[in-house]
């Protein structure tokens, strides 16, 4: 059988996903996320683990992504974030100074007396890696298109615009990178009271690693706004033009209507399929009655669509409404 079909990759990032739920929502108990405060400050506390549930809802788009180019720029920033979480988990349990086995077995295989979440997410990567691999055509053509449209002469201010922003956002970032790095090494150097030793030299190449995955989200980054302007540029300068209509002759609710369903859609969507994993995680544990999980993802499933539904009925409402008036002002003027 030949596992790399156009077919499968979809399944592969199915998968992947079952696979990577416990390694990104197992880290906290229920008391972490009692409000969406405390939820915002337990998951943006720390950096690694922000960056895991960005691959995770990533990975989850990129599954019910309707847009081929859409899915594999999906699925590239699935594996890079993962990536980069886990280069900082090692850093981490470098820091803790445990040996080189053990840091393996914590980062890959199981955290101590903790269930195999680490080992599931490691296997993750095997589908994740296949699915990409079907899909490097579309990433190519992605990119492709992109550079194309930079360099058709009637862009040019767009080229321009693109490369000034890109310059100034690697310039700044590589700086503040290197120079915390630089400060890092310096205060570890200085707890060790001696020259290079072994520890300081994979500091540094963590580090190094780190910068060099931090450049490439920024660059996934730049290239999803560049996307989003050419795909918006149009309608967004049809809505700042309809700003300026003062005596409010056009309609603007049917204009924006659609972009606003999309981001409330992508917004419940998310809370939805990032709320049923962490409340099924922290209320039942991961130790405990296994057969609750079904339950719960069948409820928040309930819930999600009852929800996307009472968001679908009152745009619907409102752009009837809307499109009523048009008819009849329509109608006035004939």
Known sequence: MNLITEKLHRVYLAIALVLVIPDTFYWYSLDDYTSFQTTFNAITGSTGL????????????????????????????????????????TDIWRANEVSFPALLKNVFIKT??????????????????????????????????LINFLRQPENRNHRIGFQAVSGIAYVASAYIMITTLIDYYDVS?????SGLNSTLIWLLVLGVVSIALKLLILTLGLIALLWAWISWKQDIQLVLGHLKDFKLNEYLTRKVAGY???????????????????????????????????????????????ALLALRLI?????????????????LRS
């Open 112 to 145: 101590n007396d903790a269930p195999y979440i680490e080992l599931f997410a490691l296997i993750a990567m095997i589908p994740l890696i296949l699915s990409l691999i079907i899909q490097k055509t579309r990433v190519a053509n992605f990119l492709t298109a």
């Open 50 to 89: 922000t960056w895991l549930s960005v691959s995770y809802l990533a990975l989850f788009f990129a599954i019910f992504a309707q847009k081929l180019e859409m899915r594999a720029f999906l699925t590239v920033v699935a594996i890079v974030t993962r990536v980069y979480f886990l280069v900082w988990i």
């Open 189 to 193: 150097r200085g707890e060790f009271n």
């Open 315 to 331: 745009f619907e409402l409102a752009v009837a409404i809307v499109h009523i008036a048009e008819n009849t002002k329509n109608n």
């Open 260 to 306: 606003l369903y999309t981001f409330y859609f992508i917004l419940v969507v998310g809370l939805v399929a990032a709320g049923v994993p962490i409340f099924a995680a922290t209320t039942f544990g991961l130790n405990q009655d296994y057969s609750v999980f079904p339950m719960v993802a069948a409820a928040g499933l309930l819930i999600g669509f009852l």
